[in-house]
């Protein structure tokens, strides 16, 4: 999602607070942090890509925000995964 961004607002997140899932005018959709959203509007760059990785894969954390964590994979991949997969 791209700061200026108009996206569709949809349901908040009951297992992450603070999350809200918006699909953009292409019809992608992902989580953004609600706090990022003016009313429909993207007020910040975000890159909504959840990262898969297999138990016991070493990422390397980047950024924590409500309960995910950015995380690089040693392959090159990057994304959010849920904190209470990284023990």
Known sequence: MARGETV????L???YPGWRWVTNAAGLGGWVPADLLDGATV???FDTT???AAE???VTPLE???GWIRALAADGREGW???SCLG
């Open 13 to 15: 997140d009951d297992e």
């Open 64 to 66: 924590t925000r409500l």
């Open 50 to 52: 959840e990262l898969s």
């Open 56 to 58: 016991g894969e070493a």
């Open 81 to 83: 995964i849920p904190g």
């Open 43 to 45: 007020t910040a760059d």
């Open 8 to 11: 569709t607002p949809g349901r």
